[in-house]
């Protein structure tokens, strides 16, 4: 069965980066696009920006540009977001969602709680 | 301010239909594919419709999609408690190229 499990919670002060993790299991990684969506605490879906395992094409969200990376490993199957220079407004739940075109994505991840604080 | 625009609330006994709107323009919803999704407390989202009417496996008739022009509509029959979610539709915004959400419906059934 298809399974993206994201890595776990983090607490990180401003200024600094983070890093997530998003194993994928169950299919052909380099077969389909991985999205990645943020939720801010009682807030809506941010789309943060897409990769495809297959070439590491990428497209970021424009208000990321420059903060954001996202690559992947075919080896593990596993895609990883990275921001930098994290802001208080950072602070969200950072979904990976597996995209099969037309930006719908049938199968998504946990969710991963990101808590920028001094 | 989101880029598609849908009602905040909206509200229906058990057993009756309700439909959420979702209105944009002619760079997203006006030329691109319509998704909806569900997401009940605390949980990560979950396709409903995609392609601005597919079901995928495992969704009920139960949950319908329509798009006319620059707007989209879900519809939902024989509406249950565990029904009571949030509601997001999507698409493509060619203007921005980026994927754009609309604020989300808080479905409640009374």
């Known amino acids: 069965q298809v399974q993206l499990v994201q890595s776990g919670a983090e607490v990180k002060k401003p200024g600094a980066s983070v890093k997530v993790s998003c194993k994928a299991s169950?299919?052909?990684?380099?077969?389909?696009?991985i999205s990645w969506v943020r939720q801010a605490p009682g807030q809506g879906l941010e789309w943060m920006g897409w990769?495809?395992?297959?070439?590491?094409?990428?497209n970021y969200a424009q208000n990321l540009q420059g903060r954001v990376t996202m690559t992947t490993d075919t080896s593990t199957t596993t895609a990883y977001m990275e921001v930098r220079s994290l802001r208080s407004d950072d602070t969200a739940v950072y979904y990976c969602?597996?995209?099969?075109?037309?930006?719908?994505?049938?199968?998504w991840g946990q969710g991963t709680l990101v808590t920028v604080s001094s | 301010q989101s880029v598609l625009t849908q009602p905040p609330s909206v509200s229906a006994a058990p057993g009756q239909k309700v439909t959420i709107s979702c209105s944009g323009s002619?760079?997203?919803?006006?030329?691109?594919?319509v998704s909806w999704y569900q997401q009940l407390p605390g949980t990560a989202p979950k396709l409903l419709i995609y392609?601005?009417?597919k079901r995928p496996s495992g969704i009920p008739d139960r949950f319908s999609g329509s798009k006319s022009g620059t707007s989209a509509t879900l519809g939902i029959t024989g509406l249950q408690t565990g029904d009571e979610a949030d509601y997001y539709c999507?698409?493509?915004?060619?203007?921005?190229?980026?994927?754009?959400f609309g604020g989300g419906t808080q479905l409640t059934v009374l």
């Open positions: 392609e601005n009417y």
């Open positions: 999507g698409t493509w915004d060619s203007s921005l190229s980026a994927a754009v």
């Open positions: 990769i495809n395992p297959d070439n590491d094409y990428t």
């Open positions: 169950g299919y052909t990684f380099t077969s389909y696009g």
């Open positions: 002619t760079s997203n919803i006006g030329n691109n594919f």
């Open positions: 969602a597996r995209d099969f075109g037309s930006t719908s994505c049938d199968y």
